[in-house]
């Protein structure tokens, strides 16, 4: 009996050993799956730091995942460069198409084709209100009027009764509409100041602008291109405390200057997500047919000096 035993082991354990060794040998004949390839196409200028955290964060899930990702964005801020960009993505046969949908006129066509010819598109940042009209799955990113609306309350309750937002794209459908919604915000006592995103003409634009209006005590830039001059501009003049100063997004610089009490807040949309979010969601869409139901609002969200120190550790590992 202790032999039969003894045999039913030794059996039973070979028997295991051969079919371990029959199921990695069926696993290496198998072909390794294909990665995935997702293309994401910005409007971000490269002069621009809000763009490449919001880069750094599709590439962290990129390579969390095992995709390939090719971002592209022109070199200016420039729709029919754009427009051509995400066209070549269409072409190109991705997985899935990431962009900031800025202009649904330039870019509307080249989102629904993409969609007719079953490539999956999630827009980020720019255009949530109208994404899905053109065939997008979802979009990752937060209301910029309504962003707008909330700076203006902000300012209202720290004694502002008159702004000004500064637009550094006009045109771009997301910064027009925190204009708006900025302008709304204050009942109509604002105004728009348009500029070129050149720091000096942005300088001598707020200067100027200022100076010849001197009932406005409230001051919006709508990203660090602009914010960076008009702090400048400020520290220059010694009228940090003369004005109530505001931004959206963050950049070492915006948060240095929160830290230090020159500027009064920064809006924060959480652009490292902006990146990250829609590779992970295209990676679960391609292998399992997932996707939320809904849109992400990833903004907004108020730093000011109070919270300014927790925030520059991770602006400075690319992440805010």
């Keep these: 009996m202790a032999r039969l035993s003894q045999w039913l082991l030794a059996s039973a354990a070979t028997t295991a050993l051969m079919a371990g060794a029959a199921q990695a040998q069926a696993q290496a004949q198998e072909p390794e799956q294909e990665a995935s390839r997702f293309v994401m196409v910005t409007h971000g200028v490269p002069s621009d730091p809000f763009w490449s955290v919001v880069k750094n964060g599709a590439e962290a899930a990129a390579d969390l995942v ?8 022109p070199s200016t801020f420039d729709m029919a460069k754009m427009q051509q960009l995400v066209q070549a993505a269409v072409a190109s046969d991705p997985d899935g198409l990431i962009l900031s949908f800025t202009d649904e006129n330039a870019l509307g066509g080249a989102v629904q084709n993409a969609v007719d010819n079953g490539i999956p598109v999630i827009t980020i940042n720019s255009g949530g209100d109208v ?26 309750e720290l004694g502002v009764e008159k702004g000004v937002c500064v637009n550094h794209e006009q045109g771009n459908q997301g910064l027009d509409q925190r204009c708006d919604g900025f302008v709304e915000g204050f009942d109509g006592n604002a105004e728009q100041l348009a500029t070129t995103y050149d ?15 001197s009932d406005v005590r409230g001051v919006l830039t709508l990203g660090a291109l602009a914010a ?3 702090i400048r501009a400020m520290r220059e003049q010694g009228a940090t405390d003369m004005f109530t100063l505001g931004t959206f997004d963050l950049s070492p610089g915006i948060l240095e200057a929160l830290d230090a009490g020159e500027l009064d807040f920064a809006i924060d949309q959480q652009q490292y997500m902006q990146g990250y979010l829609p590779v992970m969601f295209l990676d679960q869409f391609v292998k399992n047919g997932l996707l939320p139901a809904g849109d992400v609002a990833t903004g907004p969200g108020f730093v ?7 925030v520059i550790e991770l602006s400075s590992q690319g992440i805010r």
Aim: glycine letters at 6%; hydrophobic letters at 35%; aromatic letters at 6%.
């Design 66 to 73: 095992g995709a390939e990702l090719e971002y592209r964005a």
């Design 131 to 156: 994404a899905r009209d053109y065939g997008a799955r979802l979009h990752i990113g937060q209301s910029e009027y309504e962003a707008g609306k909330q700076a203006a309350e902000r300012m209202q």
């Design 199 to 213: 720091p000096t003409n942005i300088r001598n634009a707020i200067v100027a602008y200022l100076n010849e209006n």
């Design 228 to 230: 960076d001059p008009m």
């Design 304 to 310: 000011t000096q109070e919270n300014a120190a927790q």
